[in-house]
C-alpha cells in the first residue's frame, strides 16, 4: 500500500524567511496530493493542494512543487509569519474505487519566531 | 452551513466501556470518513463511506464500527474500550469523485481510555 513520508518533522525559523517541507510517497499510481495546516487543538484544514498533470502550483505566500519520476513534492513557504506557526501534513491518494483514499505523513511542526 | 460537526468534544472511558461518536455534515456530500490521530503522528484512516447504506475498512478499522443510514449522519461505534484506542477522532467528508477532492474535518473528539 501507499506510504508517505514527511521531513522535517519540526522546523524553526526566523519571520521573514522561507520554509520547506518535503513529502516522498511510495505508490507511482497517486495523484493526487493535498497539505492541510492544524494549528494547536483545532482540525486540519486544507491549504493548497496539487494533482500528477501539474508541476507545480502556488497561492499567494504558498507553492507546491511535484517531481513524479522521482516521487516527491514539497510544500515552500515565502516570507514567513507568526501565524504560519502550526503543524503541517502532506498526504497521498490514488482514489481506489472512486473515493479520496487519503494516506497521511506524520507532520512537521512549523514554528516561525518573530 | 455548520460543515462538519462532531460530539462529544472530549470524553473519557473506562477499560471496557463502548460508547458512541457522533459525527453529521450538511453539505450534501457522499463521501465520509473517520480518522485517528494519535499524539505527533499523521491521521490514520477507521473507516470511510461513499454514499449512505455503505461502508469500508481503512488502515486501522481493529476495535470500531460505523454505519451510514443516512447522507447525513455517519457514527463510529467503540465496543469494549482499550487503552490504545485513546486519540483524537476526526471525522471529515468529501464531495463525489469529479466535483472536488477537499475533505471538511470536523472539529473533533478527544477520547481517553483508563
Known amino acids: 500500500g501507499e506510504n508517505v513520508e514527511q521531513h522535517p518533522s519540526t522546523l524553526s525559523v526566523q519571520e521573514g524567511d522561507s520554509a520547506v517541507i518535503k513529502c516522498t510517497y511510495s505508490?507511482?499510481?497517486?495523484?493526487?496530493f493535498p497539505w492541510y495546516k492544524q494549528e494547536l487543538g483545532k482540525r486540519p484544514q486544507l491549504i493548497i493542494d496539487?494533482?500528477?498533470?501539474?508541476g507545480e502550483k502556488k497561492d499567494q505566500r504558498i507553492a507546491v512543487t511535484l517531481n513524479k519520476t522521482a516521487k516527491h513534492f514539497s510544500l515552500h513557504i515565502t516570507e514567513t509569519q507568526p501565524e504560519d506557526s502550526a503543524v503541517y501534513f502532506c498526504?497521498?491518494?490514488?482514489?481506489?474505487?472512486?473515493?479520496?483514499?487519503?494516506?497521511f505523513g506524520a507532520g512537521t511542526r512549523l514554528a516561525v519566531h518573530p | 452551513n455548520a460543515g462538519v460537526t462532531q460530539t462529544p468534544k472530549f470524553r473519557i472511558l473506562k477499560i471496557g466501556q463502548s460508547m458512541t461518536l457522533q459525527c453529521t455534515q450538511d453539505?450534501?456530500?457522499?463521501?465520509m470518513y473517520w480518522y485517528r490521530q494519535d499524539p505527533g503522528m499523521g491521521l490514520k484512516l477507521i473507516y470511510y463511506?461513499?454514499?449512505?447504506?455503505?461502508?469500508d475498512k481503512g488502515e486501522v478499522p481493529n476495535g470500531y464500527n460505523v454505519s451510514r443510514s443516512t447522507t447525513e449522519d455517519f457514527p463510529l461505534r467503540l465496543e469494549l474500550a482499550a487503552p490504545s484506542q485513546t486519540s483524537v477522532y476526526f471525522c471529515?467528508?468529501?464531495?463525489?469523485?469529479?466535483?472536488?477532492?477537499?475533505?471538511?474535518f470536523g472539529p473533533g473528539t478527544r477520547l481517553t481510555v483508563l
Open positions: 471529515a467528508s468529501s464531495y463525489l469523485a469529479g466535483k472536488g477532492d477537499e475533505q471538511f
Open positions: 505508490d507511482s499510481a497517486s495523484n493526487y
Open positions: 496539487i494533482r500528477s498533470n501539474v
Open positions: 498526504a497521498a491518494s490514488n482514489r481506489p474505487g472512486g473515493y479520496n483514499k487519503l494516506i
Open positions: 453539505m450534501n456530500h457522499n463521501y
Open positions: 463511506s461513499v454514499g449512505a447504506g455503505i461502508t
